[in-house]
């Protein structure tokens, strides 16, 4: 099994930022895809970012980029998500999920592991 625990969410008003941090333990294997997807209140989970544990491969929702950085600690198994020139838009609970598979995916129902989130509100 694998856990998974988000922390560092938090209200800031906009064009402020945050770090989120995604704790890792279990059994994490190298090959797994990290992600961070997010669900505002009455809308469905939606990919953010995810990134590899074992390579250079990290990618981005085009509602992000520019804006947000996904980066691992391999040492640490932890994963971060920075987030510059926060949106409104941006207001949601952030999920930290794990796919067994590693193979690229934005889809919510292909990861296999969840943390419980945290929440994001950024105001106007």
């Known amino acids: 099994q694998v856990q998974l625990v988000e922390s560092g969410g938090g209200l800031v008003p906009s064009g402020g930022s945050l770090r989120l941090t995604c704790a890792a333990s279990g059994r994490i294997q190298r090959n797994y895809l990290m992600g961070w997807f997010r669900q505002a209140s009455g809308k469905e989970r939606e990919f953010v970012a995810a990134i590899k544990w074992s390579d250079l491969y990290a990618s981005y929702d085009d509602s992000v980029k520019g804006r947000f950085t996904i980066s691992r600690d391999n040492a640490k198994n932890t994963v971060y998500l920075q987030m510059d020139n926060l949106k409104p838009e941006d207001t949601a609970v952030y999920y930290c999920?794990?796919?067994?598979?590693?193979?690229?995916?934005?889809?919510?129902?292909?990861?296999?592991?969840w943390g419980q989130g945290t929440q994001v509100s950024v105001s106007s």
């Open positions: 999920a794990a796919r067994s598979l590693g193979s690229r995916s934005t889809r919510p129902y292909e990861y296999d592991f």
